[in-house]
């Protein structure tokens, strides 16, 4: 079945750095990745969505400037969360359909666990 | 909906027994929705999904049910075992993304 490949799994950084989050999909292309973010307890918030050669689309409230995103391939995204803060620490997860979404569930990835000290 | 900031209703079931997940969805015109499975520490796991022009889907060990009128879906889960703890949500395409809803955390007790 289709897979999606999240590296890394753990990262720990120091306030102010920034760090980059790798989304593969291993076995199909993905015109369109999605990333979320989980808190404790909480359920996926959905951050923004990454297109294949073209500008992500972000959710209300999610700030572009902080959380980069590059669809570089058919088959990679990359999160880049910059000048990282505590509050940023969190469960960021991306997905990719290997269809259209309305005709077919997501295939998440594992998750990568963010802690900013 | 979306449901930021809640936090995970839970749900304890003694093994061996059934157990009923819940979802209230609030888009009247939402025509397929997908269960999902989360373990701790990993992403979303893939369990049934169901389109709306169908009251009831069976898979192995789960069955989910739609009901339309009041805008409510379940998930059941036969014979729990403890392989089955995890949070399990409910989430609905709109708008071309997928939408998760609260999820509730099942805990089986041996």
Same mark, same amino acid.
């Given at each position: ?15 102010? &750095? ?32 990454? =297109? ?17 995103? =590059? ?16 509050? #940023? ?10 269809? #259209?979404?309305? =005709? ?5 990835? =594992?998750?990568?666990?963010? &802690?900013?000290? | 909906? !979306? ?16 157990? +009923?997940?819940?979802?209230?969805? @609030? ?17 979303? *796991?893939?369990? +049934?999904? +169901? ?6 889907? *069976?898979? *192995? ?14 998930? *059941? +889960? ?6 089955? @703890? ?5 989430? !609905?395409?709109?708008? %071309?993304?997928?939408?998760? %809803?609260? %999820?509730? !955390?099942? @805990?089986?007790?041996?």
């Amino acid at each position: 079945g289709a897979v999606v490949s999240q590296h890394p799994s753990r990262v720990i950084c120091k306030s102010g &750095t920034s760090v980059k989050i790798e989304c593969r999909s291993l076995d199909f292309q993905a015109t369109t990745m999605f990333w979320y973010r989980q808190f404790p307890k909480q359920s996926l918030m959905l951050m923004a969505t990454s =297109n294949e050669g073209s500008k992500a689309t972000y959710e209300q409230g999610v700030e572009k400037d902080k959380f980069l995103i =590059n669809h570089a391939s058919l088959t990679l995204s990359t999160l880049t969360v910059t000048s990282a803060h505590p509050e #940023d620490s969190s469960f960021y997860i991306c997905s990719a359909p290997p269809r #259209d979404t309305t =005709n077919s569930p997501l295939h998440f990835g =594992n998750g990568t666990r963010l &802690t900013v000290t | 909906g !979306e449901s930021v900031g809640l936090h995970l209703p839970t749900l304890s079931v003694q093994e061996g027994d059934n157990s +009923i997940i819940n979802c209230a969805y @609030s888009n009247s015109a939402s025509d397929y929705f997908i269960w999902y499975k989360q373990e701790s520490g990993k992403g979303p *796991q893939f369990i +049934i999904d +169901i389109r709306s022009n169908m009251d009831k889907r *069976q898979g *192995q060990r789960v069955t989910v049910l739609l009901n339309k009128t009041v805008k409510h879906l379940s998930l *059941q +889960i036969a014979a729990t075992q403890p392989g089955d @703890s995890a949070v399990y949500f409910c989430a !609905e395409p709109f708008g %071309g993304k997928l939408i998760f %809803g609260q %999820g509730t !955390e099942l @805990s089986v007790k041996p």
